[in-house]
């Protein structure tokens, strides 16, 4: 016997993979399976066993199986016990990739703002996630995955309707291309409103204090750096050594919602720490080696708490929409160069694309 459960624990032998000839323990007690389900885990747990010690396909049925559970125990038996077996996981992504790959390139020819939309595609991939093909991604099962969404990253509910409103783009898109692979978008009920939300303005003096209190370089060039230019998240976490020109005076942002890369000057504010920053990095690595979007919230109210300013919202956003204002209300730039400056949305830049002149670069740089 080369599987023994215990309260909804199957202790198992590895027969493949990095882990060959270690003992593993699947712990299933946190899926509250029922005993009828909890038999047919254990059955098809030992036959997948036995298809790895035999070096033979998984059974049909056991691959069906494998395809019906919820996604939640997919991933879980996937990321312990599939992890060097193809048969009856991969087929399925695999059906799903295919489609995403031909909607990234009939996405080129599309003419709508949001469907050229760089951040369409990088949330449809995340639909690979559900281990499905794509008959079987249900309502449900994306229900699932913006509850995981939400909880993994903590995404406010306007985040969230954002990722179904670019999941609903590809399987409208899907059904008109292959009505018989889908019947019914699983999209339909899922919430896709975004409520209008007033973002807070952040206050200088606050930032001022907020610098102060720093304990680090990054820190410091951190709030300096989304406090001068506006930048999306993103765009400041993934800013590379290349993309800082210290001879030139220069920051080039690789905007997160297409393929554009826009201009920033390297602001005052900001230069003074990069000298340090840039030490010893190479042209390929990252600015920020601590901050990341893993922990980029969790740092900044912890900072907001200790110095005893406001927490504002949304946290990085207000940034944003603060930089916006104050430019807005410089008489000598123009509404166009402001957009320039933050980024115009990928419908705008097609319609009044022009580049940043080197005179407004140097000024604000000054």
Known sequence: MFCRDQRHQIIFRHYCGPREGRQDTLSL??????????????????????AQRSEAPIPRSTADWLKSIPRKQFEYLQSRLLEKQSNGCEPAQLALAEWIDEYEAARQEMNTSVAT????????????????????????CLSDLIVDLGEEHHYVENTLARHAKHWNLFFEWLRTR????????????????????????????????????????????WLRFVQWTGCRLREGLTLRACDVELNRNRILLQESKNNRVRINPIYPAIREYLPDLLRGLGPGDRVLSRITENNCYEWLYELQDRVGVPRWKPPYNAFRATRANQLAADPTITEHQAGLLLGHSPAVARRNYLSIDDSLLERLAS
Not at 33 to 40: P, T, Y
Not at 117 to 140: F, M, P, Q, T, Y
Not at 185 to 206: F, G, H, M, Y
């Open 29 to 50: 007690g946190r899926f509250r399976l029922s005993d009828r389900e909890w038999s047919g885990m254990k059955r098809h747990v030992e036959r997948i066993l036995e």
């Open 178 to 221: 292959n009505p018989d692979t889908l019947g019914t978008n699983p999209c339909d009920a899922l919430n896709r409103s975004i409520a209008p939300r007033e973002k807070d303005t952040v206050q200088w003096e606050w930032i001022d204090q907020l610098v102060a209190s720093c304990r680090t370089t990054e820190e410091r060039y």
């Open 117 to 140: 939309d760089e951040a369409v595609l990088r949330d449809v991939r995340k639909l690979l996630r559900c281990g499905n093909d794509v008959s079987r991604i249900d309502e449900g």
